[in-house]
């Protein structure tokens, strides 16, 4: 879930991505460069250069980035986190179990174990 205003923003360009079919190549991008548009005043920038790299419809997507869906979608998902007291990314759910922060890959496959045990 995006705190940051910057983080935000990258989510909602993640969605329009995701309006072509390239939700997760456009993740990869953000987290391949993430070194670069948290830092700058315009990360709409480096959003639009990323979809670019995609080959996505730039139009469309500069569309997509301007309209307010995304802005609202990605607002309602923070919401949603906070009414359910996430407030650290990453926080991870298996089942009942909530995981928060970054943890050894170890709890991971401990909780899951658990709970396919629970349920098996």
Not at 36 to 48: A, D, R
Request: with cysteine.
């Amino acid at each position: 879930m995006p705190w940051s205003p910057k983080s935000s923003q990258a989510a909602e360009a993640s969605l329009c991505a995701g309006q072509e079919g390239k939700f997760w190549e456009y993740h990869e991008l953000l987290f391949d460069y993430q070194e670069q548009w948290p830092g700058t005043p315009h990360p709409e920038e480096y959003f639009i250069g990323y979809a670019k790299l995609l080959g996505l419809d730039q139009q469309k997507f500069r569309t997509c980035l301007d309209s307010q869906e995304m802005r609202d979608k990605v607002s309602q998902d923070k919401s949603y986190g906070k009414s359910i007291n996430i407030n650290t990314t990453p926080t991870i759910f298996v089942n009942d179990s909530r995981i928060v922060g970054d943890e050894p890959i170890e709890k991971y496959e401990r909780a899951i174990e658990q709970e396919l045990r629970r349920s098996g």
